[in-house]
């Protein structure tokens, strides 16, 4: 009625878990489901970040949990299949670990902000001739009779 002794003690492999202190037997042992993996003798299974899934059962190591595909994210811990990767609302991309969505950048303000510059300089060597002209009393290159 005492505790096992050491030697009688099992240790889950990996992808699976006991939560029982000293298991005396492999059907002890409960296998890790979709979306969490475990390493040897482990206690629990350990869940997928959320921005990753896994389809497998029994995995073993994080590398099992795969990225959401490009465009889509999930929030979910532990996520079990592709199908909870959704898209990002339109206007809006992935954050770089796929565990939600963020404004995209708009490039507009930055194009108008660009195209305001080209403008004004064009403006200014539109006065500097006509200062230069005004000044020196010669006509602007393209306009010589």
């Not at 296998?31 to 997928?48: D, E, M, P, Q, R």
């Not at 949990?65 to 299949?81: D, E, H, P, Q, Y």
């Not at 670990?97 to 939600?100: A, E, I, L, M, R």
């Given at each position: 009625m005492g505790a096992a002794s050491p030697?009688?003690?099992n240790t889950c492999n990996e992808g699976k878990y006991s939560s029982k202190i000293a298991a005396s037997s492999s059907s002890d042992c409960i296998?890790?489901?979709?979306?969490?993996?475990?390493?040897?003798?482990?206690?629990?299974?350990?869940?997928?970040d959320a921005g990753t899934y896994s389809e497998m059962v029994e995995a073993s190591s994080p590398s099992v949990?795969?990225?959401?595909?490009?465009?889509?994210?999930?929030?979910?811990?532990?996520?079990?299949?592709s199908s909870e990767c959704r898209?990002?609302?339109?206007?809006?991309?992935p954050t770089s670990?796929?565990?939600?969505c963020r404004k995209a950048q708009d490039y507009t303000s930055i194009l108008f902000g660009l195209l305001g510059l080209v403008l004004l300089g064009f403006i200014a060597s539109l006065h500097?001739?006509?200062?230069?002209?005004?000044k020196?009393?010669?006509?602007?290159?393209?306009l010589k009779e």
């Open positions: 030697g009688n003690c296998s890790c489901g979709t979306g969490t993996y475990s390493s040897s003798g482990a206690l629990s299974c350990i869940s997928c949990c795969v990225m959401c595909k490009a465009n889509t994210f999930s929030s979910i811990v532990g996520a079990s299949s898209p990002c609302p339109f206007g809006n991309v670990n796929h565990d939600g500097w001739f006509k200062e230069l002209n005004n020196y009393d010669v006509p602007p290159p393209l």
